[in-house]
T-cell receptor, first 115, second 117 residues
Framework: DTGVSQDPRHKITKRGQNVTFRCDPI?????LYWYRQTLGQGPEFLTY????????KSRLLSDRFSAERPKGSFSTLEIQRTEQGDSAMYLC?????????????FGSGTRLTVV | AQTVTQSQPEMSVQEAETVTLSCTYD???????LFWYKQPPSRQMILVIR??????QNATENRFSVNFQKAAKSFSLKISDSQLGDTAMYFC??????????????FGGGTRLMVKP
């Protein structure tokens, strides 16, 4: 198991374009989380999945954001009509439901720059 | 809602010395977990140490230890014998329990620690 993988590592896009990020969690982890981290700040929760079900979404997740986790494996985060304010690091993390005591395993993140 | 505050945006320490990073939090929950995460430059976030709120004993992991003061809602991290590899952003984080709470993490704003040779 190679941990949590995120792709791409970096993405530069023009304002108004759509972008999609992928996260592959640790295979035995049934919980998957998306966080957003702006420069010099701590990560902020966006949404999480228990298997394939999206159980909670932050108010930070506007209508332009959508996340999926088909079949409870990998997840995608899509941002439509990107804005400059979307520029950030998007972090994915996974955890088991039981054993959350051990904390999450984070991926290396996808850094989005909207120009 | 929970809030986590790290009042030291940046700190520096000489190699081999000891440094303490501060964290305070606000919550109405009685049971929760607290974490310190380390984020090295351009690398993924990794867990440093964790503490359960109902345990009075302070957690220790090798050179890392915490001072957990539940009444004061304080959770500081002490790094002993600092090493160059400790240079990173450090985030304090709060998690509600039990498992059906979703277990989202609320992070502080971070402290950038530089260890100088």
């Amino acid at each position: 198991d190679t941990g949590v993988s995120q792709d791409p590592r970096h993405k530069i896009t023009k304002r108004g374009q759509n972008v999609t990020f992928r996260c592959d969690p640790i295979s035995e982890h049934n919980r998957l989380y998306w966080y957003r981290q702006t420069l010099g700040q701590g990560p902020e929760f966006l949404t999480y999945f228990q298997n394939e079900a999206q159980l909670e979404k932050s108010r930070l997740l506007s209508d332009r954001f959508s996340a999926e986790r088909p079949k409870g494996s990998f997840s995608t985060l899509e941002i439509q009509r990107t804005e400059q304010g979307d520029s950030a690091m998007y972090l994915c993390a996974s955890s088991p439901t039981y054993g959350i005591w051990y904390g999450y395993t984070f991926g290396s993140g996808t850094r989005l720059t909207v120009v | 809602a929970q809030t986590v505050t790290q009042s030291q945006p940046e700190m520096s320490v000489q190699e081999a010395e000891t440094v303490t990073l501060s964290c305070t939090y606000d919550t109405s929950e009685s049971n929760y977990y607290l974490f310190w995460y380390k984020q090295p430059p351009s690398r993924q976030m990794i867990l440093v140490i964790r503490q359960e709120a109902y345990k009075q004993q302070n957690a220790t992991e090798n050179r890392f230890s915490v001072n957990f003061q539940k009444a004061a809602k304080s959770f500081s991290l002490k790094i002993s014998d600092s090493q160059l590899g400790d240079t990173a952003m450090y985030f304090c984080a709060f998690m509600k329990v039990p498992p059906n709470a979703g277990n989202m993490l609320t992070f502080g704003g971070g402290t950038r620690l530089m260890v100088k040779p």
